[in-house]
């Protein structure tokens, strides 16, 4: 099962990897037609939008699906990049209050959170990372929560039965990257708020 959770997570790095370059690309494109002259048309502004929606999607997805070396470390300034450009594409607000730069497992791991979160949050919320002492802890809060039980279940028990679609498979992912790096998760949940911590 190691092997093929590894596996996965290279398949993902690998498109990630393959698809910020063309991005990159369209990006600089439409930035240089801007700067001679060409007319800011809505066709315009929309092919822009679209890739920045990709770009920030593409680099969250890169660190949450995918490989993640236990001694890489990933910049805080980085993280904090990705998290705001996500929230210009969403109703979400990201506040990530860790300090310092933290080992990459561990940042997917919150990404990977975060995503199972934003499903439980289909109007928006207000989701806030913090790590004290080596101990994580990821809040949510949000006036209506659509919660699946058997998909939160998924991330303290692997063997838990749940139907799960393609934009769900976060839960399983995140179970099972607490347990790659020996973080048991604990989840809280309310009426209005989400916690987990690890």
């Known amino acids: 099962m190691k092997?093929?959770?590894d596996l996965n997570a290279l398949i993902g790095s690998r498109i990630c990897h393959d698809l910020i370059s063309p991005l990159g690309a369209i990006g600089n494109g439409v930035e240089l037609m801007t700067m001679t002259g060409?007319?800011?048309?809505p066709e315009m502004a929309l092919i822009s939008d679209s890739v920045d929606s990709a770009n920030a999607r593409i680099r969250f997805f890169r660190i949450a699906f995918g490989a993640a070396a236990a001694d890489a470390q990933v910049v805080r300034a980085e993280i904090v990049s990705i998290l705001?450009?996500?929230e210009r594409l969403s109703r979400m607000t990201y506040r990530w209050r860790v300090l310092d730069d933290v080992p990459r497992p561990q940042v997917k791991l919150a990404f990977l959170l975060l995503q199972c979160f934003e499903t439980a949050m289909p109007r928006g919320g207000t989701v806030t990372v913090e790590a004290e002492g080596g101990r994580w802890r990821i809040f949510g809060e949000a006036e209506h929560?659509?919660?699946d039980p058997a998909l939160f279940s998924l991330l303290m028990e692997p063997e838990a039965e749940a139907d799960i679609r393609a934009a769900q498979v976060q839960f399983p992912l995140a179970g099972a990257a607490a347990r790659a790096i020996g973080r048991p998760l604990a989840m809280d949940i309310g009426e209005t708020a989400l916690e987990a911590c690890f």
Do not use: I, K, N, P
């Open 84 to 86: 705001g450009d996500m």
């Open 38 to 41: 060409a007319a800011q048309t």
């Open 145 to 147: 929560l659509s919660v």
């Open 3 to 5: 092997a093929e959770r």
